[in-house]
């Protein structure tokens, strides 16, 4: 007898093990609980920039002020991903207002820099590095922009625990120890300032993990902020000295430019998901494709579907091209180009483009419509107030250009313009580039449910739809939405002018079924495996019945999600 409990023991265990079932409640997929507290709630990607929030809404600051508290550290923290030299996007949930706002802190191009520059270069593309696809950077802008409509502590007490950690150092975590290795390929390629700014601060050697880093240059700077606000980044010296080395180096960044600048308040767009409103932000941005992609996947029974099956990853992913072909074409600064975002958006449409998928790997193109590494965070208060705000600087830290003493990299999001003429998203004087950050919100019923975001680049929407359905389609709970295996699809057109590639790629995460990665290649996919390339999540549910927030962190981060 004792030989039969023990065999069906191993059994057990072993049909557990491959579920991912290891803790008491079962959870399939979730790595660890969801984190649960009353009076307010922080998740970002770094537990100290989690833990300066809570001490923000602890004292009396707003979901606002704490996010901006937050991101501020994160730009010190994690620089691998962020900073003040890259842009932001924000939704907030008003409590007061019982409202959505967003915000487009997103910067321009430099304005004397043409089109015709890249030509007579000979360019197919913006190059990644160095000063050409530097633009202005418009996070700092949109820190005062949310702090003017929702802020309610000052601006010095939201950014002093930045500056002291700045100062005194902090030690390095597991994941951004390993980022901030990317700091000696540019000091290899020459770039200016590296040295000086990330290693000469530090006994003139890049610490490891649990080793203090510290950014005395970026303290500065913060301090100059606090105490001058917005036109302290944007005028004066910190500007002089950001444009003056830019034009140095060979790029167009300008003092005017810079002066110039302002963020953008938007309405946020939504489509209803199985009786759940999810809202992204209009273009530039990319989240419209999430949006799209629930659009035609609305459109097939997913409670006769499992999670990870052949069926579940085939139909994602021919959704995902459907709509990755219509954000090649039509997405880009809705302040030069006329997206059609309604027609997009449209019920109609969405039933078109289903019709397209077939039982096997498809290629498609993109509907006719009369007329184109980051840190996310999320945080909640007592008053009911919620932001979900990404920022970030692309390509990991940035263009390589680091202005003189000032301790941070300028971002290159100007790489994602196309060069070929008459595009949506073709380069111009003053516009800004196409933007893969975007934040995410879930309303039920017009109340606030689920802010999340998921980082990653071209994945980001992808994520979010995964996310999504995760939540609605497959009941998981919020940290087993964000821990579930994921996968990616890559080979779309881009909205850099660069063609599809045949079908794509499908990039599986571990803990898909090798009957999936078989059933896929059956239908003609082309299936891989990839590391580290399947984004952040972070997130908070309100629960309003019991008036409880839930919070989750990113399994694959060193991430935290707290309450109070």
């Known amino acids: 007898m004792r030989v039969y409990i023990f065999a069906a023991f191993v059994v057990s265990l072993s049909l557990n093990l491959t579920l991912g079932q290891d803790r008491v409640t079962g959870a399939t997929y979730a790595t660890r609980s969801e984190v649960l507290a009353q009076n307010g709630m922080v998740a970002t990607s770094h537990p100290l920039a989690t833990q300066i929030g809570l001490d923000i809404l602890k004292s009396g600051g707003n979901a606002i002020d704490a996010a901006i508290a937050a991101n501020a550290a994160l730009g010190l923290m994690e620089p691998t991903g962020s900073g003040i030299g890259g842009d932001?996007?924000?939704?907030?949930?008003?409590?007061?207002?019982?409202?959505?706002?967003?915000?487009?802190?997103?910067?321009r191009s430099p304005k004397t820099l043409t089109l015709e520059f890249f030509k007579k270069k000979g360019m197919e593309k913006i190059p990644s590095h160095g000063p050409l696809p530097v633009s202005v950077p418009g996070a700092v802008d949109g820190w005062f922009e949310l702090h003017r409509k929702f802020g309610s502590k000052q601006m010095n007490e939201i950014l002093a625990p930045a500056i002291s950690y700045a100062e005194n150092g902090f030690p390095l975590t597991e994941l951004i120890a390993w980022y901030m290795q990317s700091v000696t390929s540019y000091q290899k390629r020459g770039f200016a300032n590296i040295s000086e700014t990330y290693l000469d601060q530090n006994g003139g050697k890049l610490p490891g993990e649990g080793e203090l880093y510290k950014n005395p240059y970026l303290a500065n700077t913060y301090r100059k902020i606090a105490k001058g606000g917005r036109d302290a980044f944007y005028t004066g010296e910190v500007a002089k000295t950001m444009a003056t080395f830019i034009q140095e180096k060979g790029g167009f960044l300008s003092e005017k430019d810079l002066a110039d600048h302002k963020s953008e308040w938007v309405e946020p767009v939504s489509i209803n998901y199985r009786g759940y409103d999810v809202w992204e932000l209009p273009p530039n941005g990319q989240g419209i494709a999430a949006l799209q992609m629930l659009q035609i996947l609305e459109g097939f029974d997913f409670s006769k579907i499992d999670f990870g099956s052949t069926e579940h990853l085939h139909l994602f992913t021919e959704a995902k091209k459907l709509a990755f072909e219509d954000r090649a074409k039509y997405y880009a600064d809705m302040d030069f180009v006329n997206v059609p975002v309604t027609e997009l958006l449209g019920d109609d449409y969405a039933s078109e483009r289903r019709k397209r998928i077939t039982e096997n790997a498809s290629s498609y193109d993109a509907g006719e419509i009369s007329a184109g590494e980051t840190v996310y965070l999320t945080v909640?208060?007592?008053?009911?107030?919620?932001?979900?705000?990404?920022?970030?600087?692309?390509?990991g830290m940035g263009s390589?250009?680091?202005?003189p003493k000032l301790g941070f990299m300028l971002?290159?999001?100007?790489?994602?313009?196309?060069?070929k003429s008459g595009q949506a998203n073709t380069y111009e004087p003053g516009k800004r580039p196409f933007h893969t950050i975007i934040p995410a919100f879930i309303t039920k019923d017009g109340q606030p449910f689920v802010s999340f975001g998921v980082m990653g680049g071209d994945f980001q929407p992808q994520g979010h739809t995964q996310i999504v359905m995760n939540l609605v389609d497959f009941g998981m709970n919020?940290?087993?939405a964000g821990d579930a295996p994921r996968w990616d699809h890559v080979g779309t057109s881009t909205p850099t002018g660069f063609p599809k590639e045949g079908t794509g790629e499908i990039r599986l995460e571990s803990g898909i079924p090798y009957e999936t990665v078989r059933g896929l290649m059956d239908k003609n996919h082309k299936v891989s495996f990839?590391?580290?390339?399947?984004?952040?999540y972070q997130a908070i549910l309100w629960d309003r019945e019991n008036k409880v927030y839930h919070g989750a962190s990113e399994s694959r981060k060193d991430g935290q999600a707290a309450g109070y």
């Not at 996007?89 to 997103?106: E, M, P, Q, R």
């Not at 390589?400 to 202005?403: D, E, L, R, S």
């Not at 971002?411 to 060069?419: A, I, K, T, V």
């Open 400 to 403: 390589g250009m680091v202005p």
């Open 411 to 419: 971002q290159d999001r100007g790489e994602l313009f196309s060069l």
């Open 530 to 536: 990839g590391r580290g390339i399947y984004g952040g």
């Open 478 to 480: 919020l940290q087993e």
């Open 380 to 395: 909640a208060d007592k008053d009911g107030n919620m932001i979900s705000l990404i920022q970030s600087n692309y390509r």
């Open 88 to 107: 932001l996007f924000a939704i907030v949930w008003d409590a007061k207002t019982k409202k959505l706002y967003g915000l487009n802190a997103s910067g």
